[in-house]
């Protein structure tokens, strides 16, 4: 109910709304423009949907074997790639597809068990940006 209160006051009043929330569902439901602090300083400032935008050629990979290997391989191949808690987010270059990513498998000796679109969330960008900015802390 608060929530629903929240989404409508700026047209019911015209006025804008601060909200401070760790809780990225109620964020990317309610509000169009957002801004991520980390330790008080400004890491994004911009629309939640451009947020949201920017891995649409992304996928998730779990592999059993040498992953710092794949990802240096697929680093070298002109991907980019981030280590998130075991699994690598790849995003392919343009003009590549997903069986580069099985090919540099195969030479690195690792076994792909999981290959899946990542599906993009305001939580999900949020913890990509901020992994990014990790070593600017």
Known sequence: EMLGLIKRL??????SIILSSRLMRDVEDICGYTIVLKRG????SGSVDDME?????AYEVRVKGHREE?????TR?????EDQDGRLVVSLGEGQDPDLI???AAEADVQVRHLA???QSLERAVMRLLSKTEGAS
Do not use: D, I, T
């Open 102 to 104: 099985f090919k540099q």
């Open 53 to 57: 935008e920017g891995q649409e050629n």
């Open 117 to 119: 679109p990542v599906q």
């Open 10 to 15: 700026p047209e019911r009043r015209g006025c």
């Open 77 to 81: 191949a002109g991907c980019s790639v």
């Open 70 to 74: 794949l990802a240096r391989r697929l």
């Open 41 to 44: 300083e400004v890491r994004y």
